[in-house]
């Protein structure tokens, strides 16, 4: 298949060179062709790193913008490259390669070519719930992949007929605003709008599609400082280092099959255990969903509820395991979903909080006032986001404790 691959650069010099570094390390059946995008207004720098690279395995064509589109329309008009092409592989220039990504993407493309739910392919590996701020672990089957309601943005395929899809949907939704009701994530919502992931995932949620993810990263995220991004980087995921044949499944057998909140599909976790078979339920283990958005009659979740009508603990890795092998405990929930909402009145999942609005090194249990009264507002948010970019984190984390203490002595 004709798949070019399209990079994204702007104004990180430095995060280009590598990522190119890795392109021209990894393997390729036939040649392939490279397009460097560059917005406009960036560094010169960048444009000099660009025409300078020898790609070593076929034509190499740089496109620059003469304005600056921004992020969303960047991503964009490199996604319409593909309708020239089988499909495009997009890359942002923070990105890094495995030396068999080209492979998983061909060997991808070639099994999933009829697949009608398929909205793109993943080149990583997915392990975080940004909604839930937690670790997504996806239930092991006996494939090297699932499938998440989420899109790709740190590696990621789109063919030919998948991006004409959503560019049909787009041109009629785009100036809509994303609302809880559509059945995305509140996290996502409050994306800003420089963001064209979050279109995505709204076509996505709109039309029951959904993502190819590998369990082992063909691709990984430095999250160098950016436009768009403060450097702040939790997304390094293992990279895979060598050639395999993948074990790919078809989507109607997978066992691996998550919405956007990264909950496992209510008919995947049928086929594993015949508990809530004869239900209608919907499955809120990480406890994130709004009420608003649960439709179905019961609910199984880590939220509280006042009559359980069944409970399970919540020991095994990954949660629903606990569920499929019955272990017990009073941390996971089954119940009707009037009986939740009475004991949901009011409820913030505060159990455990993976915070972001102070140094984030590790989980922390919700467990002191001096943590709870260190939350920001969004205004306090933004100014902190801007100030910290210039000072650096060195300086900035002692001053966010002061912070947290003052707030806390002036609250009591």
Known sequence: MDIPIVVVAYDRPDSLRRLLFSLNAASYPAKVKLYISIDGGGSESVRSVAEKFDWQHGVKEIISHPNNLGLRKHILSCGDLSLNHDGI??????????MAFYHYVNNALTYYESEKHLAGISLY???????????????????????????????????????????????????????????????VIKWPDTS??????????????????????????????????????????????SEKSFAFIDFSESYAKYDSYCELLPECLNKLTGLFTSYDYTVDLYGSKPLEQIKTEYLLSSRGTVNSIRSFGR????????????????????????????????????????????????????????????????????????????????????????YALIKYFKKN
Not at 158 to 182: A, H, I, N, P, V
Not at 331 to 348: E, M, N, V, W
Not at 354 to 369: C, G
């Open 125 to 187: 590996a997915h392990s975080f719930n940004e909604t839930a701020q937690l670790p997504f672990v996806p239930f092991n089957d006996h494939s090297d992949v699932f499938f998440l309601q989420l899109a790709s943005s740190w590696g990621q395929c789109w063919t030919k007929d998948q991006w004409r899809s959503f560019k049909k949907w787009y041109k009629k939704k785009q100036s809509e605003k994303l609302r809880l009701t559509d059945g995305v994530p509140s996290s």
């Open 315 to 402: 020991k095994m890795i990954p949660h629903e395991a606990n569920v499929i092998e019955e272990i017990n405990g009073d941390k996971i929930h089954f119940a009707s979903l009037a009986d939740a909402k009475s004991a949901i009145q009011g409820y913030t999942n505060a159990r455990v909080v993976y915070y972001h609005k102070l140094p984030r090194w590790h989980l922390k249990e919700k467990n002191s006032e001096i943590e709870k009264s260190a939350a920001l507002s969004e205004k306090e948010e933004t100014l902190l986001r801007i100030f910290s970019k210039r000072i650096g984190k060195i300086l900035i984390t002692p001053i966010l404790w002061a």
């Open 196 to 241: 064209w992931k979050k279109f995505f995932i709204k076509y996505m949620v709109e039309k029951n599609l959904f993502f190819l993810y590998p369990r082992i990263s063909l691709s990984t995220n430095f999250g160098d400082d950016g436009m768009n991004h403060l450097g702040d980087n939790h997304y390094q995921v293992p990279l895979f280092y």
């Open 89 to 98: 592989i997009v890359l942002e220039d923070d990105l890094y390669v495995s």
